[in-house]
């Protein structure tokens, strides 16, 4: 679903510096922040997407962008909760919620938890993610690291927040070991993290990733998600890249998936090589959806390959 322009709240930082953090990415370095739903926002521009609730409690982070965005970030949060009230303090940001270990989604933990505008609740979590991030984790600086983390199916915030309740769900080795989802229960919108992007999902096997995995996360996402009746809306996606979402995009998406994984498998079980497969183009008929970025195909094939050879 795309936001019409002139409906969309924008926030525009202007790019001051260029300090080479481009490289992987497409945005246009100017952060931009857009209504998504009830108290739920959408942060772009950062190298991920972020998602924020923004309200009387302050604001929740799910994700932290690129550590070299971080200034900007925190520059945009700022500016943005304060234009509610000119002359107001900006809203503090009480929790990081981080969706997978990968540097794009946590890289502003350090900055962000170091920054003034961070002061978790009293007796609250901060920076929450599955135990396997931490793990993950273990050389990157302490204050980047995630305070309280969950081993369990799911974690909920132990309080409401900005009047709702936030569940952050696990979802078992598919983009990687330690992916989460956070669903929040009144807005009805979900974050979903790198399971659902603008581009072929990454299945980072050395991190505990696999093809299996990845579909159930995404049938999974889709039980939980309720569509507009011929229309699009319902509950909204936040992917972990790209555009505000909702359950067509989500199942156009899982059926891609779904699709290559089958296309690969029937190769793999005619004994078919790497290098064969990769030769076959199985994306072709999707790549002009999902194939924009450089590489990604290759990368996803090569992926689906290697984790179906796994299992056997
Ligand atoms: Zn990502």
């Known amino acids: 679903m795309k936001l019409p322009r002139a409906f969309a709240l924008v926030l525009m930082i202007g790019l001051l510096s260029t300090h080479g953090w481009a490289q992987q990415n497409s945005d246009d370095g100017s952060i931009h922040v857009w209504p998504v739903h009830g108290n739920v926002y959408l942060l772009v521009g950062a190298g991920s997407n972020i998602t924020l609730s923004v ?167 889709i039980d939980l998600v309720f569509p507009e009746f011929r229309v699009q809306g319902g509950t909204m996606l936040i992917p972990g890249h790209g555009r505000i979402s909702d359950l067509t995009d989500l199942a156009y998406y899982r059926d891609m998936v779904t699709i290559v994984r089958d296309r690969v498998q029937d190769m793999v079980k005619r004994g078919m090589t790497l290098d064969q497969v990769k030769a076959a183009k199985l994306t072709a008929d999707f790549d002009p959806i999902y194939g924009k970025r450089p590489g990604f195909s290759d990368r996803f094939v090569e992926a689906v390959y290697r984790s179906l050879n796994q299992k056997h």
């Open 55 to 221: 309200g009387k409690d302050g604001v929740l982070m799910v994700d932290s962008g690129q550590a070299q965005m971080s200034d900007k970030v925190i520059a945009a949060i700022q500016e943005f909760t304060r234009q509610r009230d000119p002359n107001g303090p900006a809203l503090p940001v009480r929790y990081i919620i981080n969706t997978s270990v990968d540097a794009d989604h946590t890289g502003g933990n350090q900055k962000i938890a170091e920054s003034s505008l961070f002061k978790p609740l009293e007796g609250g979590e901060m920076i929450i993610a599955h135990d396997n991030v931490l793990a993950g984790m273990a050389d990157a600086p302490e204050k980047a690291k995630p305070t309280h983390t969950y081993e369990t199916e799911q974690y909920k915030l132990n309080r409401f927040f900005n009047g709702e309740g936030v569940q952050v769900i696990h979802m078992p080795a598919a983009h990687t070991d330690g992916d989460s989802i956070v669903w929040f229960r009144f807005s009805d919108v979900i974050s979903t993290g790198d399971l659902f992007t603008d581009s072929y999902p990454i299945i980072d096997l050395e991190k505990g990733g696999s093809i299996q995995g990845l579909l159930e996360a995404l049938n999974r996402i």
